[in-house]
Nanobody
Framework: VQLQASGGGLVQAGGSLRLSCAASGRTAGMGWFRQAPGKEREFVASITWNGGSAYYSESVKGRFILSRDYAKNTEYLQMSRMNPDDTAVYYC?????????????????WGQGTLVTVSS
């Protein structure tokens, strides 16, 4: 499975941005992680294969919405009310195996990172 992420860029604080990640094949779950400068990679959001359940980190809950188009094997991360703490490289991830979708080690496929910068 190959992943193609897109949609990063520069946005002002309080603004919105949407990330997309297209998978070349079927997956059991998809998610997003991010890594800010000088920090470890952290979980952002994930979603089950059919979009039935979505999970969010506390830092983005209520601001970010993750959805999935099963027919297109694509997930969309709608980010709203963004703040400078959201600045990071965002990584799309997908898994074909069972496991907690909030854990990075569950995922066996990773996309290239896309930079998101939120200016104050």
């Amino acid at each position: 499975v190959q992943l193609q992420a897109s949609g990063g860029g520069l946005v002002q604080a309080g603004g919105s941005l949407r990330l997309s990640c297209a998978a070349s094949g079927r997956t059991a779950g998809m998610g997003w992680f991010r890594q800010a400068p000088g920090k470890e990679r952290e979980f952002v959001a994930s979603i089950t294969w059919n979009g039935g359940s979505a999970y969010y980190s506390e830092s983005v809950k209520g601001r970010f919405i993750l959805s999935r188009d099963y027919a297109k094997n694509t997930e969309y991360l709608q980010m709203s009310r963004m703040n400078p703490d959201d600045t990071a490289v965002y990584y799309c991830a997908a898994t074909t195996r069972a496991g907690a979708l909030t854990r990075a080690d569950t995922y066996n496929y990773w996309g290239q990172g896309t930079l998101v910068t939120v200016s104050s």
